[in-house]
Structure formats: structure tokens, C-alpha cells
């Protein structure tokens, strides 16, 4: 891999980001940012509080912000939070600065994975069918974001993270 580029991980609640990201950066030798708990340190509350107390409109102004430092500041991967594109600043700001990879994940397999986080997630109510609304509400976003997109369903995150240094060599 020769692109010294930022690699962002993009996608929704449950597809791996943050694990994957601390593989990557480990397999790379480098930092791995996530871009929620950045949020929540300097709030010092929850991304669910911050929803809850200023609305999500203040919260993905926040959130833009922030990932513009970030990129800005040189990490080497960012686990962005699974709206962060929804901003079209942030996404060309993505795509410009960063290589970014989008990890694909079924509704029912992210139902699955986030089960036991449930109230620390705004956007999740109890069903498959919540999910599915919110990721075709998201599709095209990260589509229009991402340079490659890997599927995650029935993969380990040791997996995800192997399929996603080799298409990052291969790209």
C-alpha cells in the first residue's frame, strides 16, 4: 500500500468499524481514531446524552467538525460514526483526504452485534426493520463515500480486517 492517505471506515451501527479500525492501525503501524469516542471524551457524555440534550442536528454539526480536525491532524485510520457521511461536505472531505472503505453489514447481523449496546445507540430501536430504513436512508451516501466496500456478515473482525488491507493493496 503505498497511499499514505487516512483510511476512514464507514458504515452502520454493528458492521465493526472500531474493532476493525484497531486491527488495521496495529497491522499498519499506525493510530486508530474513533470518531465517536472523540465526541463523547470532549462532551463528556454519551452520543445517545448528546442526542437526547442537543438534538441530532447539533450533534452531526459536532461530529463534521470534528472529523475535519481529525483528517486534518494526519490519523492514520478513523472509525467514523455511522452517519458521519450523511454531511456531503464531510463525505468529499473524505474522500478527498482519505482512502475510504465501507463496511457493508446486513440489518439483522448489526441487530446481532449490537444488541448488548443498545442504549448507547440514538438512532437503534428493537428491530431489523429500524436498521433497514436507516441504512437505505444512508446507502447512497456511502456508496457515493467509499472507494471499497467489504462485506462483513459471518466474518470475524480478524477477517474484515485481512479483506480489507488486501483490497486496499490491490486498489
Do not use: H
Request: proline share 2%.
Amino acid at each position: 500500500m503505498n497511499d499514505s492517505r487516512a483510511i476512514a471506515l464507514v458504515g452502520l451501527m454493528g458492521a465493526g468499524k472500531t474493532t476493525v479500525a484497531r486491527l488495521l492501525a496495529r497491522r499498519l503501524g499506525g493510530e486508530a481514531i474513533d470518531l465517536d469516542w472523540v465526541l463523547e471524551t470532549e462532551a463528556g457524555c454519551s452520543v445517545a446524552e448528546m442526542f437526547r440534550r442537543d438534538g441530532e442536528a447539533a450533534f452531526r454539526r459536532r461530529e463534521a467538525e470534528r472529523l475535519s480536525e481529525l483528517i486534518g491532524d494526519g490519523a492514520a485510520v478513523i472509525a467514523c460514526g455511522g452517519g458521519a457521511v450523511i454531511d456531503p461536505a464531510s463525505r468529499e472531505r473524505l474522500k478527498r483526504a482519505c482512502r475510504v472503505v465501507w463496511l457493508e453489514v446486513s440489518p439483522e447481523e448489526a441487530l446481532r452485534r449490537v444488541e448488548k449496546s443498545r442504549e448507547m445507540r440514538p438512532l437503534l430501536s428493537d428491530d431489523a426493520g429500524a436498521l433497514e430504513a436507516l441504512l437505505q436512508g444512508r446507502e447512497a451516501a456511502y456508496r457515493d463515500a467509499a472507494e471499497i466496500r467489504i462485506d462483513t456478515d459471518g466474518r470475524t473482525p480478524e477477517q474484515v480486517t485481512q479483506a480489507v488491507v488486501d483490497a486496499l493493496g490491490a486498489s
